[in-house]
């Protein structure tokens, strides 16, 4: 097995992809890495530019896609993208406030198996609401966490503390009682609106496995590593092919960089198939972190009882 040092400057296959493919969103969270909120439009990246980036990731070996935001599900032609990205045979997640989902959408999540994740913060409504700076959205959200379980689909849900009476363990418990297996927990990150929170430099505020085979498309077309590494553009697809940005120097000088800046802290190592901290059991088909790298720790998806 290779070492941090000797894979510093080798970019591994991207075979995850975030697509963000609007900046919008109906609700204004006070931690917001994008700093979403309504009226922002939907980016420069029009429907056949996000077709053709979408094959592009597949056919240099992207296996997974997860489509976010903003709230991607008010993009206008968010059905018609995912039902492209469906055609590849591409595995689909949804990251979704679960506001407002229609019955197309919902038809589509069923038919194609996506998968869905959302946030929830509290299982405070009033405390909710004010994170999210909407009234109703814990109701909506809540409402719409049980459908997705009743329809059997694969569900995961984030939590980020940012409040000391958010009660986390309270509100896990309770997503725990309705059926909810998958309930990761992360802190507030200095990244977009969550620099009202906490200010760190941009290479903190990450958490160290931006550069495990993973890229972001923006609804500008901006290129990162992930979507909380912002100050590091790799490349636009409005000037170039995301295949050439993947495999470009900019994306190899990066992955370099932001590799030795991980080795470097402290508590921090590079989980390969026979660290001890790693699940050996650990399937590699499992989505969509669950491969050679993983951290089960650390990855809430990464569960080896899981099937395809």
Known sequence: MLTVLETKGVTPQTTFAWLEITPSCQLHCTHCYRESMPGLGHGKLGFDQWKQAIASLQAQGTRYVQFIG????????FCELLEYAASLDLHIEVYTNLVSITS???????QHQVRIATSFYTDNPAIHDEITGVTGSYHKTLANIKKVLDRGLKLRVGMVKMRDDQDIESAKAMLTDLGVKKIGV?????VGRGTQLLQEDPISALCGACTKGKAVITAN????????SRSFVLGNVLQEDIATILNGTTM???TAMLNTAFAARPDWHDCGPDDQDCDPECDPKDWPDCNPDCCP????DCEPSEDE
Do not use: K, L
């Open 186 to 190: 992360d802190r507030a990150r200095g």
């Open 104 to 110: 197309r959408m919902w038809e589509q999540f069923t």
């Open 252 to 254: 190899q000088a990066t």
């Open 70 to 77: 903003g709230e991607p599900t008010i993009h206008p032609h």
């Open 221 to 228: 077309g901006e290129v990162y590593n992930c979507i909380m």
């Open 297 to 300: 720790a650390t990855v809430a």
